[in-house]
């Protein structure tokens, strides 16, 4: 059975202080992990997706990164904008079915 | 604008009654699917569609019944067996179940926030 587990459960910065949150998985043949932003009491937006071990994606202030047992997405000096729960998810079937992950809620502080 | 759509907002229905949640979509997407959010407990499955006429059961689909008639259209109907139906649905699509790596990002709906009391 797929899991995808994320950590920290919540992490609070200071305005400006990068950190890095963790997803982890344990799959049977990964197909491509994806990652989620979602504002609380609405629908998850789409940030990235990796395929293969050793891949980044950049985004504004956002980085994602895949190894062939987790992905981070590093945040470089946040705003308090970047308050927002991020969802991690995998893809291991021949459909497009996902898994996911609990999520990680970031508080940035001003 | 292109878009998934999820009506109502918020619902609100007694125990023992049927429910159903609206979602559509103008992206012309193949596939759709029904997602629950619960507190701490991220996203469940609980069902998904790959074309018109055919969909299948996710993770947690007990209590929930769907239908795929038209392309745009994936309504999800919560039934009175569903024993803790209180949460917040969403809805997600992609444009092709098997096409290039880029097609199964999944966009997510609003969301509908259901309460049964």
């Known amino acids: 059975e797929d899991q995808v587990t994320q950590s920290p459960e919540a992490l609070r910065l200071q305005e400006g202080e990068s950190s890095s949150l963790n997803c982890s998985y344990t799959v049977s043949g990964l197909r491509g992990l994806f990652w989620y932003r979602q504002d609380p009491g609405k629908g998850p937006e789409f940030l990235f997706t990796?395929?293969?071990a050793g891949e980044e994606k950049e985004k504004e202030r956002l980085k994602a990164t895949l190894t062939k047992k987790e992905s981070f997405l590093h945040i470089t000096a946040p705003k308090p904008e970047d308050s927002a729960t991020y969802l991690c998810a995998v893809r291991t079937g021949a459909n497009s079915k996902l898994t996911f992950g609990k999520g990680i809620t970031l508080s940035v502080r001003p | 604008d292109g878009g998934i759509t999820q009506s109502p907002k918020y619902l609100f229905r007694k125990e023992g009654q049927n429910v159903t949640l609206s979602c559509e979509q103008n992206?012309?997407?193949?596939?759709m699917y029904w997602y629950r959010q619960d507190p701490g407990q991220g996203l469940r499955l609980i069902y998904y569609s790959q074309i018109v006429n055919d969909f299948q059961k996710g993770d947690i689909a007990e209590g929930y019944s769907v239908s795929r008639e038209k392309k745009e259209s994936f309504p999800l109907t919560v039934t009175s067996a569903q024993k803790n139906p209180t949460a917040f649905y969403l809805c997600a699509s992609t444009p092709a179940p098997c096409g290039t790596p880029d097609t199964y990002e999944q966009y997510f709906g609003p969301g509908t926030r259901l309460t049964v009391t």
């Open positions: 992206l012309n997407h193949d596939a």
């Open positions: 990796l395929y293969s």
